[in-house]
């Protein structure tokens, strides 16, 4: 199955909840810091591009 750039679904299970309620309070932190960083890299393609765009139709 190839990779789609637009699918952001992530399942949730009973199996995946058990394991995360099983990490320490300090694992729990670092999971939550590390999903943070992972979500603010994760732009969509769309506004990297226009943000992109809007630099070069300015003015000079």
């Known amino acids: 199955?190839?990779?789609?750039?637009s699918n952001?679904?992530?399942?949730?299970?009973d199996e995946r909840l058990r394991a995360f309620r099983a990490l320490s309070p300090e694992d729990k932190l670092r999971w939550v810091e590390q999903l943070a960083t992972f979500l603010r890299l994760a732009q969509p393609v769309e506004s990297v591009a226009a943000s992109k765009a809007g630099k070069h139709n300015q003015p000079a």
């Open 8 to 13: 952001r679904t992530y399942h949730v299970s």
């Open 1 to 5: 199955m190839p990779f789609d750039r």
